[in-house]
């Protein structure tokens, strides 16, 4: 059986081991693939593994040979799926190896932007605080998380994470999800309609899938609907929120502080309104990527893998 991965630097720069593929057949991995090279690197591979480099309809057509199309991924929209399942190809994501990683993460950039500890640090490093008058300063707002409102966008099991972890903090949990589970509810974390979430919290962090009706879900009506000084948190999907609104609101003060891990555009683009907002923390897409996240991720690729081969396909998105 031939193997091939297209796109395999970022999941594993050197720190993993393509190995457990190895047992199934002839393994090619390729860190990067322009487009101009997808099918022929592909060729007449039988198992294909991508993460961001895309599978159109034309690829599927061109390499009749495919069989299994591994995604090194949760979203799965690099890959034509509707032409996959007309060729018989299977599509398989892996969709819960992050969970802990990115609830993790939602909190780092959240206590990033409440004490700005980069920053401090870098001026006590240029000699602030062995010049500084006084005994100690702080060039920003510091702020106390305790007894403020967390606003979970989607409560899926990474906003579920995010939420408990801001628990942990004494923060109240309001959350929005288009399918609630009542059962999920306590006295600290309840359901809300999305309008009461925008009124009512002091931090949203964005946790839903990118559809049209979530495309742009924070813009400047929106904003205008919550409170002063808010903060908004997103690791999801970058066209979640309409960046040139958001800058407006953070330059303007209406919003206290923004932290994205993922953006309209990625690679970021120069031209990016974000870059040049106030009270901005921009990541460039890392909240999934320990060590411990990407082993769990080609585990279960891996497996999806095996399940195929065995005639049990598992985690199919098509």
């Known amino acids: 059986m031939k193997i091939v991965v297209l796109d395999g630097y970022t999941e594993n720069p050197g720190d993993l081991s393509w190995k457990e593929l190895e047992d199934f057949g002839e393994v090619t991995v390729y860190d990067r693939t322009s487009a101009d090279k997808i099918s022929e690197r592909i060729g007449n591979a039988e198992v294909v593994y991508t993460n961001k480099t895309p599978i159109s309809a034309e690829t599927i057509d061109r390499c009749p040979g495919m069989k299994f199309i591994g995604i090194l991924a949760t979203g799965y929209n690099v890959?034509?799926?509707?032409?996959?399942?007309?060729?018989?190809?299977?599509?398989?994501?892996?969709?819960?190896?992050?969970?802990?990683?990115?609830?993790?993460?939602?909190?780092?950039?959240?206590?990033?932007?409440?004490?700005?500890?980069?920053?401090?640090?870098?001026?006590?490093?240029?000699?602030?605080?062995?010049?500084?008058?006084?005994?100690?300063?702080?060039?920003?707002?510091?702020?106390?998380?305790?007894?403020?409102?967390?606003?979970?966008?989607?409560?899926?099991?990474?906003?579920?994470?995010?939420?408990?972890?801001?628990?942990?903090?004494?923060?109240?949990?309001?959350?929005?999800?288009?399918?609630?589970?009542?059962?999920?509810?306590?006295?600290?974390?309840?359901?809300?309609?999305?309008?009461?979430?925008?009124?009512?919290?002091?931090?949203?962090?964005?946790?839903?899938?990118?559809?049209?009706?979530?495309?742009?879900?924070?813009?400047?009506d929106t904003i205008s609907r919550m409170k002063d000084g808010v903060m908004i948190i997103n690791t999801s999907r970058g066209p979640l929120i309409a960046e040139e609104d958001l800058k407006e609101a953070l330059n303007s003060g209406k919003v206290g502080g923004a932290a994205v891990d993922v953006v309209s555009t990625e690679p970021i683009k120069e031209d990016n309104p974000l870059l040049s907002a106030k009270n901005m923390i921009i990541t460039p897409h890392i909240a999934w990527a320990p060590r411990e996240s990407r082993q769990r991720l080609m585990d279960i690729a891996v497996d999806n893998l095996k399940h195929f081969i065995v005639g049990n396909p598992q985690n199919v998105v098509n």
């Open 79 to 220: 890959v034509d799926t509707t032409a996959a399942k007309r060729a018989g190809v299977v599509v398989s994501n892996v969709p819960t190896y992050g969970t802990d990683a990115v609830g993790q993460y939602v909190i780092a950039l959240l206590l990033e932007l409440c004490h700005h500890v980069g920053e401090h640090s870098d001026c006590v490093k240029a000699g602030e605080w062995t010049h500084n008058q006084d005994w100690c300063f702080w060039k920003h707002p510091l702020i106390e998380l305790a007894g403020k409102t967390f606003g979970v966008v989607g409560f899926g099991r990474i906003g579920q994470r995010a939420a408990k972890n801001a628990q942990a903090l004494g923060m109240k949990v309001i959350a929005y999800d288009e399918y609630p589970n009542k059962n999920l509810e306590t006295e600290t974390c309840k359901y809300v309609p999305l309008d009461e979430l925008w009124a009512q919290s002091d931090v949203i962090s964005l946790h839903c899938p990118l559809f049209p009706s979530t495309r742009g879900i924070i813009n400047r």
